[in-house]
């Protein structure tokens, strides 16, 4: 079974940066890919950043400001999170995702998230 183990969440003043982890363990699924999904208080999960090696993903709202990237030597995906707003607090969840989309529909597994909060 994927075991993904999310950290680096706190918070964090307006205009501050905050870089999270995952460590992935066991994923062997073919087609499969790494991203991070958010849950803002009282709303509903979306799609953040879908990292492909040819084209990584990005959500509308934090084009510019955040960076996703995985380092395979250390099956370690990250988010790197710049100039961030009080609108980007939320849960932070790394996911699998098939097929590459930043869609809830794609998600196979969730991790069990990291809480991001930008005052």
């Known amino acids: 079974d994927v075991q993904l183990v999310e950290s680096g969440g706190g918070s964090v003043e307006a205009g501050g940066s905050v870089r999270l982890s995952c460590v992935a363990s066991?994923?062997?699924?073919?087609?499969?890919?790494v991203a991070w999904y958010r849950q803002p208080p009282g709303k509903g999960r979306e799609g953040v950043a879908a990292?492909?090696?040819?084209?990584?993903r990005y959500a509308d709202s934090v084009k510019g400001r955040f960076t996703i990237s995985l380092d395979t030597a250390k099956n370690t995906l990250y988010l790197q999170m710049d100039s961030l707003k009080p609108e980007d607090t939320a849960l932070y969840y790394c996911?699998?995702?098939?097929?590459?989309?930043?869609?809830?529909?794609?998600?196979?597994?969730w991790g069990q998230g990291t809480q991001v909060t930008v005052s």
């Open positions: 990292f492909e090696v040819r084209a990584t």
């Open positions: 996911v699998v995702l098939n097929p590459c989309s930043l869609s809830l529909a794609s998600v196979t597994q």
């Open positions: 066991g994923f062997n699924e073919d087609g499969a890919y």
